[in-house]
């Protein structure tokens, strides 16, 4: 099975880059860039107006521009098993 990858946007050059994906959560997206022993781990939080996925690496600032319920709905979509919010 391959790893999930996403497109990320670096802020300085304004390059998209593919990177892959350790782990997803509505929260928290952690990221890897490049591969072998030069990789660097990057963790991507929603930016303030939850429209956006912000992170820093090496200095650098990287941005996924998915909102928060987008990736929300995209893991609900994908892992049906997760338990859903019950109205009280």
């Known amino acids: 099975m391959s790893p999930e990858k996403i497109k990320v946007r670096v802020t300085d050059t304004g390059k998209t880059m593919d990177v892959?994906?350790?782990s997803?959560?509505?929260?928290?997206?952690?990221v890897v860039l490049g591969e072998g022993i030069h990789s660097v781990k990057c963790q991507l939080t929603p930016t303030r107006n939850g429209l956006a996925y912000a992170g820093s690496a090496m200095g650098r600032e990287i941005v996924y521009e998915r909102s928060q319920a987008q990736?929300?709905?995209e893991l609900e979509l994908f892992?049906?098993?997760?338990?859903?919010?019950?109205p009280r």
Do not use: F, G
């Open 20 to 22: 892959a994906v350790l």
């Open 71 to 73: 990736v929300k709905a």
């Open 79 to 86: 892992n049906p098993a997760t338990p859903k919010a019950r």
């Open 24 to 30: 997803k959560r509505a929260e928290w997206i952690e």
